[in-house]
Protein backbone atom coordinates (compact mmCIF):
# COMPACT_ATOMS: atom_id res chain seq x y z
CA UNK A 1 0.00 0.00 0.00
CA UNK A 2 1.50 3.30 -0.76
CA UNK A 3 2.53 5.60 2.20
CA UNK A 4 2.02 2.57 4.67
CA UNK A 5 4.98 1.08 7.06
CA UNK A 6 4.54 -2.65 6.67
CA UNK A 7 6.48 -3.27 9.67
CA UNK A 8 4.64 -0.34 11.86
CA UNK A 9 3.47 -1.27 15.33
CA UNK A 10 1.88 0.07 18.18
CA UNK A 11 2.65 -0.40 21.75
CA UNK A 12 -0.47 0.73 23.95
CA UNK A 13 -4.31 1.17 23.62
CA UNK A 14 -6.13 2.47 20.91
CA UNK A 15 -8.20 4.41 23.05
CA UNK A 16 -7.85 5.43 26.70
CA UNK A 17 -11.40 4.36 28.78
CA UNK A 18 -11.81 3.33 32.39
CA UNK A 19 -14.55 0.93 32.67
CA UNK A 20 -16.04 1.09 35.81
CA UNK A 21 -15.85 -3.07 36.67
CA UNK A 22 -11.93 -2.31 36.25
CA UNK A 23 -11.62 0.14 38.70
CA UNK A 24 -8.86 -1.68 40.31
CA UNK A 25 -6.68 -1.05 37.43
CA UNK A 26 -7.04 2.57 36.75
CA UNK A 27 -7.65 4.65 40.13
CA UNK A 28 -11.15 5.06 39.47
CA UNK A 29 -13.15 7.87 37.72
CA UNK A 30 -13.02 11.23 39.01
CA UNK A 31 -15.77 12.28 35.97
CA UNK A 32 -18.85 10.17 36.43
CA UNK A 33 -19.90 7.00 35.36
CA UNK A 34 -22.28 6.41 32.06
CA UNK A 35 -22.94 2.94 31.01
CA UNK A 36 -20.21 1.69 32.91
CA UNK A 37 -17.58 4.43 31.00
CA UNK A 38 -16.16 6.97 32.57
CA UNK A 39 -16.61 10.32 31.17
CA UNK A 40 -13.40 11.92 32.55
CA UNK A 41 -12.96 14.88 34.75
CA UNK A 42 -10.50 17.26 35.78
CA UNK A 43 -8.56 14.55 38.09
CA UNK A 44 -8.41 11.84 35.25
CA UNK A 45 -5.74 14.38 33.51
CA UNK A 46 -2.52 12.98 35.35
CA UNK A 47 -3.87 9.12 34.16
CA UNK A 48 -4.78 10.46 30.35
CA UNK A 49 -1.56 12.32 29.86
CA UNK A 50 0.86 8.99 30.75
CA UNK A 51 -1.81 7.10 28.62
CA UNK A 52 0.28 5.51 25.30
CA UNK A 53 -3.39 5.49 23.70
CA UNK A 54 -3.74 7.38 20.74
CA UNK A 55 -7.87 8.57 21.38
CA UNK A 56 -9.71 8.85 24.93
CA UNK A 57 -13.05 7.96 25.14
CA UNK A 58 -15.32 9.48 26.94
CA UNK A 59 -15.46 13.99 27.31
CA UNK A 60 -18.50 15.84 28.71
CA UNK A 61 -17.62 19.48 27.52
CA UNK A 62 -20.70 20.75 29.42
CA UNK A 63 -19.57 18.94 32.73
CA UNK A 64 -16.08 19.01 32.68
CA UNK A 65 -14.99 21.87 30.29
CA UNK A 66 -11.53 22.18 32.23
CA UNK A 67 -10.45 18.77 31.70
CA UNK A 68 -10.85 19.20 27.66
CA UNK A 69 -9.11 22.85 28.09
CA UNK A 70 -6.25 21.58 29.91
CA UNK A 71 -5.88 18.53 27.87
CA UNK A 72 -5.98 20.79 24.74
CA UNK A 73 -3.50 23.31 25.92
CA UNK A 74 -1.13 20.36 26.91
CA UNK A 75 -1.52 19.09 22.96
CA UNK A 76 -0.73 22.60 21.91
CA UNK A 77 1.96 22.83 24.04
CA UNK A 78 3.69 19.26 23.44
CA UNK A 79 3.21 20.10 19.82
CA UNK A 80 4.70 23.59 19.40
CA UNK A 81 7.73 22.96 21.26
CA UNK A 82 8.62 19.98 20.03
CA UNK A 83 9.14 22.13 16.40
CA UNK A 84 12.17 22.39 14.89
CA UNK A 85 11.59 26.02 13.64
CA UNK A 86 11.11 28.92 16.34
CA UNK A 87 7.59 30.48 17.14
CA UNK A 88 6.70 33.18 15.68
CA UNK A 89 4.03 35.53 17.56
CA UNK A 90 1.90 35.85 14.65
CA UNK A 91 1.25 31.92 14.65
CA UNK A 92 -0.73 32.45 18.28
CA UNK A 93 -4.83 33.10 17.57
Known sequence: VPGSMPNAS??????????FDMEDKHGGCHGHYVHG???YG????????????LFANKFELTAYPLTVECLELRLRER???QSEIAIQPSWYF
Open 10 to 19: WAGDLRAVKW
Open 37 to 39: ICI
Open 42 to 53: NGDLKWLINSSS
Open 79 to 81: TLN
